[in-house]
């Protein structure tokens, strides 16, 4: 069994590689075996025609937790359903976090249940993810 200390440092490293993550604005919170969890506060960069945070900003975030906990193993775990409902809006400022659980693994998938809520503990929207893990050890690069 892997250590929780070795899949926590394997979340950050890849949290710290994810180029489109950062330029979103969404930093590492938590994450260890099976589990993420990410924040960003709406920017006027998240917003859309109607002055709300756009679903897609909501997605990216939610899919960063999705992608950190489902590879959180050691193995490539690559994303291959997923699902999103919004239940209410997001404003300039709000403090958004996504936190991803595993729901089940086997050998070759897993699903992920994501709830992204802001900081007043409203929930605004739900995800839920489907990955297939590969054989394939993945580490991400040290630095």
Do not use: P, W
């Given at each position: 069994m892997e250590s929780k200390v070795r899949a926590q440092q394997r979340v950050a490293q890849l949290a710290a590689q994810d180029r489109f993550a950062r330029a979103m604005g969404?930093?590492?919170?938590?994450?260890?075996p099976g589990h993420a969890t990410v924040a960003?506060?709406?920017?006027?960069?998240?917003?859309?025609?109607?002055?709300?945070?756009?679903?897609?900003?909501?997605?990216?975030?939610?899919?960063?937790?999705?992608?950190?906990?489902?590879?959180?193993?050691?193995?490539?775990?690559?994303?291959?359903?997923?699902?999103i409902t919004y239940q209410a809006a997001a404003a300039l400022g709000d403090a958004?976090?996504?936190?991803?659980?595993?729901?089940?693994?086997?050998?070759?998938?897993?699903?992920?249940?994501?709830?992204?809520?802001?900081?007043d503990g409203t929930v605004i929207s739900s995800f839920t993810g489907t990955v297939y893990v590969t054989a394939q050890h993945h580490e991400p690069a040290q630095g």
């Open positions: 969404v930093t590492l919170v938590d994450g260890g960003m506060t709406v920017r006027e960069q998240h917003l859309n025609f109607n002055g709300s945070c756009h679903g897609g900003a909501i997605f990216a975030l939610a899919d960063a937790a999705f992608g950190l906990a489902s590879n959180s193993h050691g193995l490539l775990a690559a994303g291959i359903d997923a699902h958004l976090t996504a936190s991803a659980v595993e729901v089940s693994r086997s050998r070759k998938l897993a699903v992920y249940r994501i709830d992204v809520t802001r900081s």
